[in-house]
């Protein structure tokens, strides 16, 4: 089965508002013309609803970063699913700034997945190893855990998206080789066909993530099990972020 595409900017706890919108004024137009694979950019809260109203019409999508898995009440400082579902159309979860810093759990990560999936946005579910867990061999475990917990039948359904995201890789400018993630992705996916139906696993869109740049970009999407990249610091770069996503829409699976 052909898999659209997919590349996703994650801007993390960068950008005042006025920094977001010149940003997205920037990227908008050009953006708009790639066809062939999804763009989704993840600003901060606070800038979802002015880049809304900059993106209108345009074919770029947004998301949000993380979400509260309540739909309202007295949970000072969080944001719910419903107020993000007029917003954006996806919504991080899980990523490892959040399991690491903030200590966030497989439990709260599967709530949250469900409470975004019961409003109609698509989650963007991170997993990832440490470097100590893939110097022990525990890669597999870990990972087969990360997705177990969030592997509800009615999550692939609704169009949940995974990023590998190798804690290792993330923002040192030490990438996975392609070959390695398409490995790991082949195994992601193995482990969803298990679980569930190899119609299934065809079907969810796994991508890469950590120092994911314009150069090594095209060593991911030539890659098969790779659907695209979830993009940290080259996101906020409106030139890199840009030719990451024509390679993409390039790429011989677009
Ligand atoms: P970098 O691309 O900066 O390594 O960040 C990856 C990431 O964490 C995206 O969610």
């Given at each position: 089965m052909s898999r659209m595409p997919l590349i996703a900017g994650n801007?993390?706890?960068?950008?005042t508002v006025k920094e977001a919108v010149d940003l997205i004024k920037k990227m908008a137009g050009p953006l708009n013309k790639i066809q062939g694979v999804e763009k989704v950019i993840c600003p901060p809260f606070v800038s979802l609803a002015p880049a809304q109203a900059i993106l209108k019409g345009s074919n770029v999508k947004l998301g949000a970063q993380n979400v509260f898995y309540?739909?309202?009440?007295?949970?000072?400082?969080e944001i719910s699913p419903p107020m993000l579902a007029d917003l954006c159309e996806y919504v991080i979860i899980g990523h490892s700034e959040r399991r690491q810093i903030?200590?966030?759990t497989n439990d709260v990560i599967n709530r949250k997945v469900r409470a975004v999936i019961n409003v109609g946005l698509k989650p963007i579910l991170c997993i990832g190893e440490t470097a100590k867990e893939n110097e022990e061999g525990k890669m597999q475990d870990v990972l087969g855990r990360q997705i177990f917990t969030c592997s509800d039948k009615l999550y692939f359904l609704s169009g949940m998206v995974i990023a590998y995201e190798p804690i290792w890789a993330i923002g040192t400018g030490k990438s996975a080789t392609g070959d390695d993630a398409n490995k790991t992705i082949g195994f992601i996916r193995g482990f969803v066909s298990r679980l569930h139906t190899p119609d299934l696993a065809d079907a969810v869109r796994i991508l890469y993530g950590g120092s994911v740049n314009a150069t090594n970009i095209n060593e991911f999407m030539s890659q098969p099990e790779i659907d695209g990249a979830l993009v940290g610091?080259?996101?906020?770069?409106p030139e890199d972020f840009i030719s990451i996503v024509k390679q993409a829409s390039e790429s011989k699976r677009s």
């Open positions: 801007w993390k706890m960068n950008t309540e739909e309202k009440g007295a949970y000072t400082g903030i200590g966030e610091g080259a996101s906020l770069q």
